[in-house]
């Protein structure tokens, strides 16, 4: 869609493009949560949003054997001006990553509420990792 790579790595440190809960390039669900789709929806569509990153650290590592572990989550929601369960669909994201790579899949979070996102995505995330030395 733009001019980006999906990880950007620097001195042992992952920097993933904000990934979208796209499957096979077509979102399931779009729209503001709270608005147009759940809390639960947002919640499953961060999920998604998560198995893209797990995807595209796969893609640029070759394997995930040779990662250290996720250090920060930023998850973006769009959503309205009165919404407040930013962290409840980011939980979404952080669940699966723990699921995936047990404790080092813990991290560092932000859960910000936004007014859109790119293509009506309901959440976006953005993820720092380290890769082994």
Do not use: K, W
């Amino acid at each position: 869609m733009a001019q980006y790579t999906p990880v950007r790595e620097l001195n042992g440190l992952l920097f993933v493009a904000g990934q979208t809960p796209h499957i096979e390039g077509h979102l399931e669900h779009c729209g503001r949560v709270g608005i147009d789709v759940s809390v639960d929806i947002g919640h499953a569509m961060a999920r998604r949003a998560a198995l893209n990153v797990v995807a595209a650290l796969n893609e640029h590592l070759g394997t995930l054997d040779s990662l250290d572990g996720l250090l920060s989550l930023t998850g973006f929601v769009a959503c309205g001006s009165d919404f407040t369960e930013h962290p409840q669909v980011v939980d979404g994201a952080s669940e699966l990553f723990i699921e995936v790579f047990g404790a080092q899949g813990v991290h560092a979070r932000a859960a910000v509420g936004v007014a859109s996102l790119p293509g009506g995505a309901p959440v976006e995330l953005s993820v720092v990792a380290a890769v082994r030395a």
